[in-house]
């Protein structure tokens, strides 16, 4: 079992900046790949970004491509997204997830159903 305690959210404005944490505790995650979700109001889940623990490889989803970066710290068992020049476009659940079923380069990456372990959620919201 991993757990993941998801923080940061927050309400910002239009071109602001915010940083997401997803601290992980219960297992070592040398073979985990972590990310990111979100779901905005009445839409479906959608990918934000991963990152491959043992390796720094990353992953984005197009929407967030050059605004957006995940990073890790090994020391704390945290993944960090940063989120540059926010857009009212960005407001949603950010949700933080994590699954060693997987390697680098697999589909599943960005595929909800991919990932067994959920953060709890925290929410963004980006004013115009």
């Known amino acids: 079992q991993v757990q993941l305690a998801d923080s940061g959210g927050g309400l910002v404005q239009a071109g602001d900046s915010l940083r997401l944490s997803c601290a992980a505790s219960g297992r070592t995650l040398t073979n985990y790949h972590m990310g990111w979700f979100r779901q905005p109001p009445g839409l479906e889940l959608e990918f934000v970004a991963a990152?491959?623990?043992?390796?720094?490889?990353?992953y984005y989803g197009d929407s967030v491509k050059g605004r957006f970066t995940i990073s890790k710290d090994n020391t704390k068992n945290t993944v960090y997204l940063q989120m540059n020049n926010l857009k009212p476009e960005d407001t949603a659940v950010y949700y933080c997830v994590a699954d060693a079923r997987f390697g680098p380069a697999d589909f599943r990456i960005s595929r909800a159903d991919g990932y067994s372990y959920w953060g709890q959620g925290t929410q963004v919201t980006v004013s115009s």
């Open positions: 990152i491959r623990w043992s390796t720094h490889i990353t």
